[in-house]
């Protein structure tokens, strides 16, 4: 099992629509979890932390942690065609001081 | 208030030649991350460095990649005797602390070319 584990996509969603953006994570993935937003050529932006079982919202994206199912998801309301990007999820290893990410979700977002 | 430094920003090599990529942190950051990105894939983690200490370099080839982090001056990611299969995009990240709770701040990355 990958330790951080994505669908590469591509994820096509509406204008408007809410985009829903999924993570699954191994054991030695335990600590903290983070979303990126990666454009084309550039680099990875953090967008959304997350440290406890729960949501967390902040402005249009909320991010969902469930550590008994070990899965993460970041969900987009109200969806621009700015939010096409590659979605990076992340998470801290438990057993070093690093964190690991996944392949990556590509979102196209459509008029 | 300057960001995490990367440079050059692209590299072109001829195969069999030495690249040497450059990492300034964000001011504060003591602690800096190698990542390396190849076409359409995630980040892969490389190595750790805190100021004259290799952390964790769990994740660098054991031939021909070395990196530092000198007292003064930049982090450096050295590839010695380049082959095609390095062509890749290299991230650097810093931190404060060595908790991953901080999240990395990356910098905009150097695009090595092997031709």
């Known amino acids: 099992q990958k330790e951080v584990e994505q669908n590469s996509g591509p994820l096509s969603v509406p204008e408007g629509a809410i985009a829903s953006l999924n993570c699954t994570y191994s054991d030695r993935v335990s600590q903290s979890f983070f979303w990126y937003r990666q454009y084309s050529g550039k680099s990875p932006e953090l967008i959304m932390s997350i440290y406890s079982n729960g949501d967390k919202e902040d402005g249009r994206f909320t991010a969902q942690l469930n550590k008994a199912s070990q899965y993460v998801s970041l969900l987009i309301r109200d969806s621009q065609p700015s939010d096409s990007a590659t979605y990076l999820c992340a998470g801290g290893y438990s057993s070093a001081s690093k964190i690991i990410f996944g392949s990556g979700t590509r979102l196209s977002i459509r008029p | 208030n300057a960001g995490v430094m990367q440079n050059p920003r692209h590299l072109v090599r001829r195969r069999g030649q030495e690249a040497r990529l450059r990492c300034s942190p964000m001011k504060g950051h003591s602690h800096v991350y190698w990542y390396r990105q190849l076409p359409e894939e995630g980040l892969k983690f490389m190595v750790y460095?805190?100021?004259?200490?290799?952390?964790?370099e769990s994740g660098m080839p054991k031939e021909r990649f070395s990196a530092e982090f000198p007292k003064e001056g930049p982090s450096i990611l050295r590839i010695q005797q380049v082959v095609r299969g390095d062509s890749a995009a290299y991230f650097c990240a810093s931190s404060p602390g060595s908790s991953v709770s901080y999240g990395y701040t990356f910098g905009s990355g150097t695009r090595l070319t092997v031709v």
């Open positions: 460095l805190q100021k004259e200490n290799i952390i964790d």
